[in-house]
């Protein structure tokens, strides 16, 4: 017979690990929330793309593997075949290529945003964290974007972002208007999808606010992401409310209109007004257009006869702009196009592993988009038409510029991921 002794000790220590295990999470949701609202925080910048945010996320990663480590959490890895091959291509091309260093740094910056990704995926697996993390990014986007209006009511040249190089355009602290302009971007979607701020007002207030520090960038790709994003969270929209049908219906009036505005409105004069425009962003962002265009055309020529040049392996990230100088271009600068610089930089491995990425990041956005949430997860994602929208936004953008690097989008990445992996009512197949 045991005895009552024997038995309190077992009891005690049972309490005693579910308390570490609750105070583990709350403090890793706590450190991973603060990472999140911190992300625009590049500026200013350090060596190897280091970043005061990067203090935060390193901060809510301890925080996190502490939790899983205390709390027996099993453990997911999404997007790790995509990511290995996309990383096995960069370290073999940094081996081969002119520039080791650099790219072993990116290896390691990879490696840093898959684990933040697997972070934020594995603490999302309970709806009332994810409610978090998500409420942390809307509310801290908007405070981002007063503070960028604050800036530049009273010329602070540090909320701002702006450059002499850029002229009136603004970054906030991300150093590059583009990337601004996706953060931007995602936020308004999020903001969709979340159904915050509760009420109404506010998140009309909200958007205008973000869509204004949008065009305040004059990033034409964050221009051109709101709007495709636009398009396709209203066409899955009606799908997840109406049915195929419906759904064909509104895709039919979307290619219509995009038809009919491609007829009667000339872009070169739209560029040309702009370029002469008294409001310095819009002469500096969209009447631009010319000369960015022009230039992209110049670096895509280059960038294919380095290509042809180049080894099976690639030459390693960050390689494109030195063996550019080496060759004495005429245009020199980094690719600026993810799916570019993935190809050169890091070869067919690495590129092959690009496009599974973006596959499963599309095929898992879609399902979730399609399916039915479960119930905790649907008071979090009212509208997840709009994560799919966040998703085909971003990725369109990177036809044309280098995002994948940045830390709030794998935070997105890892919201769908989690999202899918545990907020579905009906498990649909696995997505690559």
């Known amino acids: 017979m045991i005895s009552a002794p024997s038995i309190e000790p077992r009891r ?19 450190t991973t929330a603060a990472a999140v609202a911190m992300s625009p925080l590049l500026s200013p910048p350090g060596s190897f793309n280091i970043a005061p945010a990067d203090a935060f996320i390193a901060l809510a990663l301890g925080a996190c593997f502490l939790w899983i480590g205390t709390s027996g959490h099993r453990m997911s890895f999404p997007y790790a075949a995509a990511m290995g091959l ?11 290529g002119p520039v080791p260093d650099l790219g072993i740094a990116a290896f ?10 697997w972070a934020v995926a594995n603490l ?3 709806p009332e964290r994810l409610r978090t993390l998500l409420a942390a990014w809307v509310y801290a986007a908007i405070v981002w974007a007063l503070l960028l209006f604050v800036g530049l009511a009273a010329g602070v040249s540090f909320l701002t972002g702006q450059t002499t190089s850029e002229g009136s355009r603004t970054a906030l602290t991300f150093r590059d208007p583009s990337f601004s302009a996706n953060f931007y971007f995602v936020s308004i979607m999020l903001i969709w999808a979340t159904g915050r701020p509760r009420h109404r007002g506010a998140r009309i207030a909200a958007y205008t606010l973000l869509i204004a520090a949008l065009l305040s960038a004059g990033s034409n790709s964050g221009i051109v992401s ?11 929209g009606v799908y997840r409310r109406r049915g195929s049908m419906a759904a064909v219906t509104a895709l039919a009036f979307v290619v219509l209109a995009a038809f009919v505005l491609a007829e009667k409105v000339s872009l070169q004069g739209i560029q040309a007004a702009a ?55 005429p245009f020199v600068k980094e690719a600026h196009d993810d799916y570019l610089a993935a190809l050169l930089e890091r070869g067919p491995l690495g590129f092959i592993g690009l496009l599974l990425l973006v596959s499963g990041l599309v095929a898992r956005a879609t399902i979730i988009a399609r399916g039915r949430l479960s119930r905790g997860f649907q008071t979090v994602i009212r509208n997840p038409h709009a994560l799919l929208a ?12 280098e995002l994948l690097h940045l830390r709030h989008l794998w935070a997105l990445f890892a919201f769908v991921a989690a999202v899918y992996i545990w907020g579905r009512e009906s498990r649909s197949p696995q997505a690559p």
């Open 226 to 236: 709101l709007t495709v994003g636009t398009m396709v969270a209203i066409v899955a």
């Open 108 to 117: 390691l910056q990879d490696i840093v945003l898959l684990l933040w990704c």
């Open 86 to 96: 996309f990383m096995l291509g960069g370290a073999l091309g940094a081996v081969a």
């Open 275 to 329: 370029h002469e425009s008294k409001y310095g962003f819009i002469r500096d962002g969209i009447g631009r257009s010319d000369v960015s265009e022009g230039q992209r055309a110049t670096l895509l020529s280059e960038s294919l006869n380095l290509y042809e040049t180049g080894g099976p392996l690639g030459q390693g990230p960050v390689s494109t702009k030195t063996r550019l100088e080496d060759r004495m271009a």
């Open 12 to 30: 005690s220590a049972l309490g005693l690990s579910e308390l570490t295990a609750v105070s583990g999470a709350r403090f890793a949701v706590v």
């Open 390 to 401: 966040a998703i085909v936004g971003s990725l369109v953008s990177s036809t044309v510029y």
């Open 124 to 126: 999302c697996s309970a």
